[in-house]
């Protein structure tokens, strides 16, 4: 694969690269553009490029937006996962996408933290579920080659604390946005027992550190 740090063109691309970036810290947004990078290396060293399911731009609109519950733009209601799911769809009508591929990104956003269940709901959620996980450290070998060009270009600048901070932030302010067993509800109780979460803890110990 010819690997390239060019984003898709167009105007759903661009509409959701500045929602990203009027609505997320700069860590964050990093690290969703870096989900881009590793989903799309991924889908390649699967050989899933020429698959039918496979569609760049909306890779890049799931794993791009798949944080927006944790900025700006949300109100800490409901999951996170829910909540970028929904505003994410809304930037997609926007532009006229067809619904059948709103509905793909939402589902994919929507599940990306679900492990066992995203892997299962086509290529879509499966990239983008397995694109974020990289930039977590998981599967580290498949980027190797260009994590540093990655890296230099989109810097990680403390991501999982910011990450946790915010998703924190609202599940202490709303019991609906950390139900059980969600991730929101796992982070605060870790945070509230140790000052710390399982996601800093994943990201310190990665090849390339938090």
């Known amino acids: 694969m010819t690997f390239s740090l060019?984003?898709?063109?167009g105007p759903v691309a661009e509409a959701a690269l500045a929602v990203v970036r009027t609505s997320e810290c700069t860590a964050i947004a990093n690290h969703s553009?870096?989900?881009?990078?590793?989903?799309?290396?991924l889908a390649a060293h699967e050989g899933c490029l020429d698959d039918a399911a496979y569609d760049r731009d909306l890779l890049f609109a799931a794993t791009v937006m798949h944080d927006l519950g944790a900025g700006d733009r949300a109100r800490g209601v409901t999951r996170f996962e829910v909540e970028g799911a929904?505003?994410?769809?809304a930037v997609l009508r926007e532009q006229r996408v067809p619904e059948r591929d709103v509905d793909r990104v939402w589902e994919a956003i929507a599940l990306h933290t679900s492990p066992g269940i995203a892997e299962r709901r086509g290529l879509l959620a499966?990239?983008?579920r397995r694109g974020v996980g990289i930039d977590f450290g998981q599967e580290a070998e498949v980027v190797a080659?260009?994590?540093?060009?990655?890296?230099?270009?989109?810097?990680r600048l403390a991501m999982a604390r910011s990450l946790a901070d915010e998703i924190v932030r609202r599940a202490t302010g709303s019991p609906s946005a950390?139900?059980?067993?969600?991730?929101?509800?796992?982070l605060l109780r870790e945070r509230q027992a140790n000052g710390t979460t399982s996601i800093e803890r994943?990201?310190?110990a990665s090849p390339w550190g938090e």
């Open 86 to 89: 929904d505003l994410a769809a």
């Open 6 to 9: 060019d984003l898709p063109g």
């Open 33 to 41: 553009v870096r989900s881009f990078f590793f989903a799309q290396l």
């Open 202 to 204: 994943a990201a310190a």
């Open 126 to 128: 499966y990239l983008t």
């Open 178 to 186: 950390a139900p059980p067993y969600t991730l929101a509800a796992g």
């Open 145 to 155: 080659e260009w994590e540093k060009e990655i890296h230099a270009a989109y810097p």
